[in-house]
């Protein structure tokens, strides 16, 4: 992870509430330090040739799929590597009709990003109906 946590980092492992919880404390804290290094809130994704754009909805989606996985909140600690390097597999679909974090979406594209030791994380992206700003919408891992 280029975004550098200062501290010492334990990610528990374990499926209880309590667990969960400090792992989505674990993946809020990630976002804030991401958003502090990074003032444009968007990285260059090199297969897209386009930016990615992280806001409110990437981080409670993230938060709320990836703290339920202990590997899927390794992943999201890549959370630069995997902005930078994800490629698109399939064409994109169509946003989940009566999700209404997804409403403001023409298409959702799915992309993964190889990683050592977790095998492979999962990208979602999202484009703006509005504008066809691509926004992150949920890193998880989907291998080991």
């Keep these: 992870m280029e975004t550098n946590l200062k501290t010492k980092l334990f990610v528990p492992s374990g ?10 404390s674990i993946i809020s804290d990630i976002y804030r330090k991401w958003y502090e290094d990074h003032p444009s809130k968007s990285v260059f994704n090199h297969y897209l040739n386009d930016f990615i754009n992280i806001r409110f909805v990437s981080i409670n989606e993230t938060i709320h799929h990836a703290s339920r996985s202990f590997l899927s909140t390794l992943a999201v600690l890549q959370i630069d590597l995997i902005l930078k390097n994800a490629y698109q597999i399939g064409e994109p679909v169509e946003p989940k009709e009566g999700n209404k974090n997804q409403k403001d979406f023409s298409e959702i594209i799915i ?3 190889p990683l050592i030791g977790i095998e492979t994380a999962k990208l979602t992206v999202g ?7 691509k926004i992150q919408y949920c890193i998880t891992a989907i291998g080991v």
Aim: aromatic residues 0%.
């Design 15 to 24: 499926d209880s509430k309590q667990e969960i919880k400090m792992r989505e």
């Design 111 to 113: 992309m993964e990003c």
């Design 127 to 133: 484009v703006k109906k509005k504008n066809g700003m």
